[in-house]
């Protein structure tokens, strides 16, 4: 087992450790009956005392998380599933593993599906696509046999840089762009340009889960600052940027994945300012600014006011088009842009050629705007369905956000009602959602959860949502009958 441990951390070293191991087995990355690593075992991988592992599963124990079994070892308490046994596949455990939030993708596909932010297929322009790609194919057969450059298509950049202007209002030179396969993909270059062990980094909370994951194991420290209803809070940056000089904020301020509120303009301003006023990168992730509803688009992207090179602005259209086609882009001006051509020709070499051309279509023609006209209000009507199915089942004790648009929508059950329980509960009734503490880096808030629209079809998403509502009464009745 890996764990990612920092002596300039606020928190202590056992602490590191207890909500590491907590939030792996909250997010069942550990399982009930897994064997965790020997105190000893673990002291040496991590390079700290033996004492303050054996505090930290002290913790954890007591906690009723982990149970220590003389001469055996401490096994994951939560729940057993069957009386842990050694076998021959143990000495696995003994080789560090970086072990992270992500692999809660890889949990049971569910009939009713709400917990992976995508599209249905019907609202993408599959047939369409294909068809030009075996056109493109039919004309060019040489792109199969090409390399594609470090920096990214030529073609491609330009396309995407004549977006940013039309559609964005953003300045941006093809030159000052650099291809990516998948936005995803974004994050990690620039992490392992600009981050490493101890440096702070500042998130919305909750946040991306995928981007705790990218950070984390980087090293880095993690400190979330809480959202109102215009965005990340300013006055909660500021203090935090004084106190521990962070190195960068990560935000998706348009349509927020996970809770869709969109930041203020105003807002927007003022962590620039911050920003520039403490000398941070700002790494802005504009996912779906263009998905807006009730005609109402949103505010310009914070790059909009950036003449600094301070806003390393990350944009990819891969779940709005085509999962299969994973193209994104850094827009990234000055110096640094050299840095993360050198990441990412250490990362891939290259995105593929064939999947940059693939978006060419969309890009260089009126086909764009108008898939995104009818996807706004598809997305809507969904929107509008899922909320009025929770207005009219829940009562004043459970709350959501209306997002103004994206995918997304963040419920918030009483603090006494746990979304993990609520989660397996629903698992074995084939029904998924994600659960909100995987959205937090430390001691999770452990009563939200994210609930995405756009992943079924119109039926199952309705069935569905009438579903989880009967699901969570009953999981909450059950709890109040119980005296839990």
Partial sequence: ?????????????????????????????????????????????????????????????????????????????????????????????????????????????????????????????????????TGMLKAEPAILGTYGDVQGDALTREAFSTYFQKQLGLSSAADDLI?????????????????????????EAPTYPGVLDILMNRGAQVIPIAMDEEGMRADLLA??????????????????????????????????????????FIIEDDSWSELYFDEKPPPKSIKAFDDEGRILFLKGFSKALAPGIRVGTIFAEGPFKKLLLSAKASSDLGTPLLTQRAVLPFLTSDRMMQHFAKLRFALELRRDKAISILSASFDSSVSWTVPEGGLNIWVTFPESVSTVELYEYCLRHDLSFLPGHVCYPYEPASHHLRLTYSLLSERDLEQGLHAFVSLANDFMNNRLESGC
Wanted: proline share 5%; hydrophobic share 35%.
């Fill in 179 to 203: 291809m990516t396969t998948g936005l995803h993909q974004g994050i990690e270059l620039i992490a392992k340009t600009l981050i490493g062990p101890g440096d702070v980094v500042i998130t």
């Fill in 239 to 280: 203090q935090v940027a004084k106190t521990y000089h962070p190195k960068a904020i990560y935000m998706n301020p348009t349509f927020q994945n996970p809770t869709g509120r969109s930041m203020s303009e105003r807002r927007r301003k003022e962590v620039l300012y911050q920003a520039q006023l403490h000398g941070m």
């Fill in 1 to 133: 087992m890996k764990l990612v441990l920092s002596r300039k951390s606020h928190n202590s070293l056992s602490d590191q450790i207890v909500q590491q191991i907590a939030g792996r087995i909250q997010s069942s990355m550990l399982t009930g009956g897994e064997k965790l690593p020997s105190i000893r075992q673990l002291s040496v991988d991590a390079g700290i005392s033996f004492l303050t592992v054996h505090k930290a599963y002290k913790k954890l124990e007591q906690a009723g998380m982990v149970k220590s079994i003389q001469g055996k070892g401490v096994y994951v308490e939560r729940p057993p599933q069957k009386e842990a046994a050694e076998n021959s596949f143990d000495w696995q455990l003994s080789i560090p593993a970086y072990l992270t939030r992500s692999s809660f993708h890889s949990r049971p596909k569910t009939t009713y599906s709400f917990d992976y932010s995508a599209m249905h297929s019907g609202l993408l322009p599959t047939i369409y696509l294909a068809e030009r790609l």
